[in-house]
């Protein structure tokens, strides 16, 4: 029996291709190409799966060019490449790939607030400048983080792990806010208080955002919300760009509307904003938040097991849209 063809996107780890080409015909990019939307959808024709990264979009046009497609197993959480309703019109399923990348991603989290409050990549580039000559009682001195207030915009998995790291480990008080408010006992285990938005924002010595993104969290935070901060607070963005206005947030920061940035995604990335690379406020990582071997690996292996678990049993482990029978 000839075997399901499948194209994987970018450059994975070589046992999960080999794994892959188990149960599949598969076409792979290994040399990690970026392909163009005509280049993808030329490669996808005959293909029944599609193995993407969170960088490929997939959208009407494109499945309706590729009509054997029937799923995407995205190695991400995240999925706003996926235009889901398109997807469950022509009958493709989507998958992501939740939950082995929670705790890696909220230790990034933690690690990009601690980085901004502390100051430490502007306080690097000063010392590796050779400007470091002399003491100084203010020399970047930053905020604490133990016993300030930490904000949480979106709370969902990362955001309550983010939450337990701030009140167990820091001794922080946590507020957040979401779209819908937890139940009391997951409240209680993150030991987290729900709040307006406004609140969150005027309240928070310290806002982390873990938030979807979609047409609803566009600009979430903007110049009218960074208004609202304190002149002493920090902001991280570790959920994806689009979310803040970077261009808003740059003058922001300049201005010290709010005192420092950290921010792991951007609007339009890998382009950065110009005015955020030359504002000294900001520490800027790219799209790492989930970036350990360990954790990319299970991602990575999550996505070929949606893959082989629907297109051979007709069981996706995750599936995102309405069950897509083969
Ligand atoms: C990374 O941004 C993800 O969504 O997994």
Redesign the pocket.
Known sequence: MNKPKILVARAVFPEVIAKLAQHFDVESNQTDELWTKAQLTAKLQGKQGVFTT?GERIDAELLAACPDLKICAN?????NNFDLDAMTAAGVLGT??PDV?TET?ADFGFALLMATARRMAEAEHFLRAGLWTKWSYDMFAGSDIHGATLGILGMGRIGQGIARRGAYGFGMEVIYHNRSRLDAATEAECRANYVSKEELLKTADHLVLVLPYSAASHHAIGAPELALMKPTATLVNIA?GGIVDDAALAHALRNKTIAAAGLD?FEGEPKVHPDLLTVPNVVLTP?I??ATLPTRLA?ANLAADNLIGFLLNNKPLTPLNAKVPI
């Open positions: 969170g190695m991400a959480v995240g999925y992501n790939a990348l991603t994806r995604v799209h938040a989930s991602m």
